[in-house]
Structures are given as structure tokens and as C-alpha cells.
């Protein structure tokens, strides 16, 4: 019997216990978000992060700047954001404008304050094996989903569809922390289903459908991190649900599943930071 990954539930738990902590706290924790320009979907997503921060009592501040802002303006107020000791945790939302340097930005944050483990000096600590302030939001919600349902990565073979930055890599590094034998499969990986089928677990974040019931075998776990939309507006994820859901022992849904997850994280690395910044003040 196929058993669902509920990421909903999850993190409703771990965010109530949260709130616990933040509730018996004097000093609040500071999250600020730099938006930059008006896209949508960046604007749902800051829009969510910051009505949960604000239900857990954490400061929440978004700073928003037109899309054709100078980047020595942002450079500017992250600087600002560093020094200010209200503020424990800077995020800057991507897609950034062409015309700013991403790279500059991000390593602009002070490492300690890098919410979403991008700066060079945290993501090098992950590929490395040593300690990052925190570790990126998106692999850690997937880890702490499967450690809720006693999914145990040692000596399992992984498979990670998907190298981004964002989410393929950090996966992968983490997995092999777990003493997980992974591959890491992506666009130009060749006979993807000859590799999928060799899974013990899958993990899946590439945003478009390509998973499908030929590509696994029976009893595989089946993580879904991608998000599209179908031909009718439905959102979806990047495995075939209806078909591989029956092959699987566990399977994340889309949506429900990662995604709540995700915002869990970043409000527990919110936090984490907080503690860390407060124990060096001392």
C-alpha cells in the first residue's frame, strides 16, 4: 500500500512547535526579503513567506525595488541588512533582472545571515562536508519528510533528477551525508529510465512531467519536487502521479507535498540563525 508524503501536516507540526519557542522568546527573530521587480509567481511566494513568519511572530520586513533598480542600490541595502542586529536572516528572491549580477548580490549577504545557504562561502561548506550556517531550504524539508516516516537513506541508492543550484546539488551533496550512494541525472543524462529503475529513492526537480510508470520499479520511494501547470491551469508536479503512485511504498504529491515543506525550512533556518546570531552576542 502506497503511503503519501504529507508535507502539509509536517509542516503544520514542526511550525506549531516553532511558534513554542518564539512565543517564550524576548527578542523576536528578523527575517527581511529583498523583491526585486514584478513578477507573479515571486510575489505569491514573498507574499506566503512573510504572512507565516508573521503568524510565528517573526519580524518580517519585504523590501521591494522597481525592475530597472541600479544594483550598487540593493548592494547598498544588504550592507545596511548586515549590520542591523534586528535582522537575523536576509533572503533575496530570484529571478533578479538580467541587468544585475546575481553572483554579487547573493555574496553580498553576510554568510551568517544567509537564510538560503546561496552565499559562496556556505554553499562551498556544503559541497566541502563542513557545517553551513544553515543548509538550503528545499533539500532540507525533503530530508525532514522522509526522517518523519522513518525513511532511512544509508546505504540506499538515490537517484536525483535535476542539478540546479537551488535544489539538485545541494540534494545530492546532502544525500551523500546520509551515506547514500546517489547518481545525479539531468538534461543531457542519456537512457534516463535505465538509471531511474536502478532507484531506491527518486528525487525529481526538474519543473517539467517526465517520471512516468516505466521509468521505476515497485516499492521505490518517490519524491516530487517539480511545479508546472497542465494544459487546464492544474498545477502538477514532474512525476505522473496517477500511474506511478501505485508502484511506489512512499510518493510526495504536488502540490502538498515539498513545497509546505519548503517554507517550513526557511522559517526553521529563520530561526537557527536567530539562535546562532544571539549566542555570539553574548
Excluded: W
Amino acid at each position: 500500500m502506497t503511503v503519501i508524503l504529507d508535507g502539509k501536516t509536517l509542516r503544520n507540526k514542526l511550525l506549531d512547535e516553532l511558534k513554542v519557542k518564539i512565543d517564550k522568546s524576548n527578542i523576536k527573530p528578523g527575517l527581511s526579503v529583498i523583491l526585486v521587480g514584478d513578477d507573479p509567481a515571486s510575489k505569491i511566494y514573498v507574499d506566503n513567506k512573510k504572512k507565516t513568519a508573521e503568524k510565528l511572530g517573526i519580524r518580517s520586513e519585504v523590501i521591494t525595488y522597481c525592475a530597472n533598480v541600479e544594483e550598487g542600490v540593493i548592494l547598498d541595502k544588504i550592507q545596511e541588512l548586515n549590520k542591523d542586529d534586528t535582522v537575523h536572516a536576509i533572503l533575496v528572491q530570484l529571478p533578479l533582472p538580467k541587468h544585475i549580477d546575481k553572483e554579487k548580490i547573493i555574496n553580498a549577504i553576510s554568510p551568517e545571515k544567509d537564510v538560503d545557504c546561496f552565499t559562496t562561502e556556505n554553499y562551498g561548506k556544503l559541497a566541502a562536508g563542513l557545517e553551513p550556517a544553515v543548509y538550503p531550504c528545499t533539500p532540507k524539508g525533503i530530508l525532514l519528510l522522509l526522517d518523519e516516516y522513518g525513511i532511512d537513506l544509508d546505504g540506499k541508492h538515490v537517484v536525483v533528477v535535476g542539478r540546479s543550484n537551488l535544489v539538485g546539488k545541494p540534494m545530492s551533496l546532502m544525500a551523500l551525508r546520509r551515506n547514500a550512494t546517489v547518481t545525479t541525472c539531468h538534461s543531457h543524462t542519456k537512457n534516463l529510465a535505465s538509471i531511474t529503475k536502478t532507484a531506491d529513492v527518486l528525487i525529481s526537480a526538474v519543473g517539467e512531467v517526465l517520471i512516468e510508470e516505466d521509468m521505476i520499479n515497485e516499492n521505490i520511494v518517490v519524491v516530487d519536487v517539480g511545479i508546472s501547470r497542465d494544459k487546464n491551469g492544474k498545477i502538477r508536479g514532474d512525476v505522473d502521479f496517477e500511474t506511478v503512485c501505485g508502484k511506489t511504498s512512499y510518493i510526495s504529491p504536488v502540490p502538498g507535498g515539498v513545497g509546505p515543506m519548503t517554507i517550513a525550512s526557511l522559517m526553521l533556518n529563520t530561526y537557527e540563525l536567530f539562535e546562532k546570531l544571539l549566542k555570539r552576542s553574548r
